[in-house]
């Protein structure tokens, strides 16, 4: 019911306040990501995604809190021709049970337990560029959320083309103040990694400062209407 669902949304956001699976980040204290450390975390993921069985073309489900590991998961798998099917963390579990029925991945990475241990496997080869792309769902504004998947994959030509385009250095820092799961923030999160690998480009990865503030809005607001829904409630028992 409406009171579990706004139970497992708490659970989350203490998550993403603290996510142990990156230390002491969590999403309130910057987390930096040089591409060579974050490469280090992707072949151990390509690794474990491997020894669990995962080969190309087969789909795994990252329904985590964001931080440094999940973006190593994700280049880990993509660099290995699998298929990440990455989602809202706080997705209401009717939805993310629709989800997983639809996009039946091989294996369901759900919490920052599971982000540790698949970059604590044992390190594999890569691809110099992804095998693919990630699999993103749409919102369901017009109906159920549909599963998209560009097709094309291991050419770096169009993202070295976007790089020119937009002006990047190898001293710039990127700051995604989005999530993770959407193909904006997530992609170009990803482009500034891959750069490392594909042009020998030193990115860094940089959460922004303003995500502190944003998410204490968040976490007072969600106070607000738990307090708001237990009035209702009583009211209508």
Excluded: W
Aim: glycine share 12%.
């Amino acid at each position: 019911g409406a009171a579990a669902d706004a139970d497992d949304a708490a659970a989350v956001l203490a998550a993403l306040v603290a996510c142990p699976s990156c230390g002491t980040h969590g999403a309130v204290t910057p987390e930096l990501i040089t591409s060579v450390d974050n490469l280090a975390r992707q072949r151990r993921a390509a690794g474990s995604l491997r020894q669990a069985g995962l080969r190309a073309g087969d789909r795994v489900a990252i329904l985590a809190p964001p931080c440094g590991h999940l973006l190593a998961v994700v280049l880990g798998a993509l660099r290995t021709g699998i298929i990440p099917v990455v989602g809202d963390p706080l997705m209401p579990p009717g939805e993310r049970t629709e989800l997983l029925a639809d996009a039946d991945p091989r294996l369901v990475v759900a919490s920052p337990s599971d982000l540790a241990a698949l970059v604590s496997g044992p390190p594999t080869d890569l691809a110099d560029v992804p095998l693919g792309r990630p699999m993103h769902y749409t919102s369901g504004t017009t109906g159920k959320p549909k599963g998209a998947l560009r097709p094309g994959a291991g050419d770096p030509g169009p993202i070295m083309g976007m790089v020119q385009l937009i002006g990047d250095t190898p001293d710039d820092v990127y700051i995604p103040t989005g999530p993770l799961y959407h193909s904006g923030p997530g992609g170009f999160m990803g482009i500034a990694q891959a750069l490392g690998q594909i042009a020998q480009y030193q990115a860094r990865v940089e959460a922004a400062p303003m995500v502190e503030q944003e998410l204490s809005s968040l976490v007072q607001d969600y106070e607000l209407e738990k307090a708001r829904y237990g009035e209702i409630s009583k009211q209508h028992q």
